[in-house]
């Protein structure tokens, strides 16, 4: 059975940092690109970022370009999200999801076929 799991979320200052994990496990086959989405109160879910399964291609979208970095662990299965100047919105639920096509720019729902459950990350004072 497939599984995405995100942990490390919870509430942040503005310009504080916050690291968010995705766990994946069961995959059978290959996967080629891990995505970070995120969904804030009121808006569509986004993709914001993705890595490919060999971790030599991403993409950033301009919006966290500069304060987000995207990693992964192949041997650990995760893939890590390190948030640093964040501001308020930023706020959202943000959800790992797994991909089959790769990452091949600004993640789309569409191309994802397997998701966490999410997790809330809140930048307020």
């Known amino acids: 059975q497939v599984q995405l799991v995100e942990s490390g979320g919870g509430l942040v200052q503005p310009g504080g940092a916050l690291r968010l994990s995705c766990l994946a496990s069961?995959?059978?086959?290959?996967?080629?690109?891990i995505g970070w989405f995120r969904q804030a109160p009121g808006k569509e879910r986004e993709g914001v970022i993705c890595?490919?399964?060999?971790?030599?291609?991403?993409y950033y979208a301009d919006s966290v370009k500069g304060r987000f970095t995207i990693s992964s662990d192949n041997a650990k299965n995760t893939v890590d999200l390190q948030m640093y100047s964040l501001k308020s919105e930023d706020t959202a639920v943000y959800y790992c999801?797994?991909?089959?096509?790769?990452?091949?720019?600004?993640?789309?729902?569409?191309?994802?076929?397997?998701w966490g459950q999410g997790t809330q990350v809140t930048v307020s004072s």
């Open positions: 890595i490919s399964n060999s971790g030599n291609r991403t």
């Open positions: 069961g995959f059978t086959e290959d996967y080629y690109a």
């Open positions: 999801a797994a991909s089959p096509y790769g990452c091949l720019g600004r993640p789309e729902i569409e191309m994802y076929d397997y």
